[in-house]
C-alpha cells in the first residue's frame, strides 16, 4: 500500500507545536518516533497466506483461538497493545513452524504470556495461564514453548499496533472520545478475519476511524487526518469495504462484540451493528 507523499498533502497544521517543551510529548522527536514505527510494522509483518502450509490448521480455528485470547486478554485487565502484539506472534509464529490442532491452544497461550511481560508493569504468572487453560498445560510446557516461540521469531517483539497509530491520528481528531471508541472496537474486529493480514497496523487504524468518523456523521477526512495517518481517504476505502462486510455478518456470539457492547465501550458494537443494519451498506464512497 503506496503512502500519500507528505509534499502532496498541503495545508495541514502543526498540531505537535503545543507540546513543544513537554518532555513526555517528546515533540521535538515525535516525526522521527512514528516514521521509524511505520518502516518497522512492514518488518513484522506475518505470511497472509501461512495457512496454506499448516495441515492440521484451519483459518476458522485460528479465530476461535483469537476470541478465546481476547476473554482471557479481558479477564487479566491487559492493555490493548498486548492483545495486538499477542495476535501479531501468533501469525507471525505460524508463518515459519507447522503446528499441530492439539498444540494450537498452546501457541495462543504462549503468544499472550510473551505479549504481557512485553507490554505489560506487571504480567499474570504463568500459573495463571495455566489456570485459565484448566490445567491443559503444566509450567513447563509453556516455558519450553516461551524458548522455543522466541527463538523462531528471533526475539523481535517491536511491533508497533494499531492502537500505537490511533493515539497519533487522535490528535487530529481533536481526541474525540465516541469516534476513539468506535475505531478501537472497529480494530479488534479484524484481529479476528485473516483476510486483513496483508494490511499495515497503521491503515488499519486509520481505516478504523475514518470509518468511525463517517458512522458518526463526519464524512471528512481533512487534511489533518491524512497526514497524522499517513493515509488519504481513497487509500483506507479497500479496509474501510471489507470492514463493512464483516460487519455485516453476525457476530454477537464473539467476545469482542460482548466486550464493546458494554458501557465501559460506549455500547460501541450495538452502535456499529444497528448503523449496519439501518444504512445496509454496499461500497463505502469517498467524498
Not at 512492514?42 to 476473554?71: C, G, I
Not at 468506535?182 to 475514518?210: R, T, W
Request: net charge negative; hydrophobic share 40%.
Amino acid at each position: 500500500m503506496k503512502r500519500p507523499k507528505r509534499e502532496e498533502l498541503l495545508g495541514w497544521d502543526d498540531l505537535d507545536a503545543e507540546d513543544e517543551g513537554d518532555p513526555l510529548m517528546v515533540s521535538e522527536y515525535v516525526a522521527d518516533i512514528f516514521n521509524y514505527m511505520q518502516t518497522l510494522e512492514n518488518e513484522t509483518m506475518p505470511d497472509p497466506r501461512y495457512m496454506e502450509t499448516q495441515r492440521e490448521l484451519a483459518w476458522k480455528m485460528r479465530s476461535v483461538l483469537v476470541d478465546w485470547l481476547a476473554e482471557v486478554h479481558n479477564k487479566f485487565k491487559l492493555l490493548p497493545e498486548t492483545l495486538f502484539l499477542a495476535v501479531n506472534l501468533i501469525d507471525r509464529f505460524l508463518s515459519s513452524r507447522g503446528v499441530s490442532l492439539v498444540k494450537l491452544q498452546l501457541v495462543g497461550v504462549t503468544a499472550l504470556f510473551i505479549a504481557a511481560k512485553y507490554e505489560e508493569v506487571m504480567a499474570p504468572s504463568v500459573q495463571n495461564f495455566i489456570y485459565m487453560t484448566d490445567g491443559g498445560f503444566t509450567d513447563k510446557e509453556i516455558l519450553k514453548a516461551e524458548r522455543y516461540m522466541l527463538q523462531a521469531l528471533s526475539f523481535k517483539l517491536c511491533y508497533p499496533s494499531p492502537m500505537n497509530f490511533l493515539r497519533r491520528i487522535s490528535k487530529a481528531d481533536n481526541y474525540d472520545i465516541h469516534s476513539r471508541t468506535v475505531a478501537k472496537y472497529l480494530m479488534e474486529v479484524p484481529l479476528l478475519d485473516h483476510n486483513f493480514l496483508p494490511y499495515q497496523p497503521s491503515l488499519i487504524s486509520a481505516a478504523a476511524l475514518c470509518l468511525a468518523r463517517k458512522m458518526m456523521g463526519h464524512e471528512d477526512w481533512t487534511v489533518n487526518l491524512a497526514h497524522y495517518s499517513g493515509y488519504t481517504e481513497p487509500q483506507l476505502l479497500p479496509c474501510m469495504e471489507l470492514m463493512v462486510e464483516v460487519l455485516k455478518k453476525p457476530s454477537e456470539d464473539t467476545f469482542i462484540f460482548k466486550k464493546y457492547s458494554t458501557k465501559r465501550f460506549m455500547k460501541a458494537s450495538i452502535f456499529v451493528r444497528e448503523w449496519i443494519h439501518q444504512h445496509l451498506m454496499g461500497p463505502v464512497h469517498s467524498n
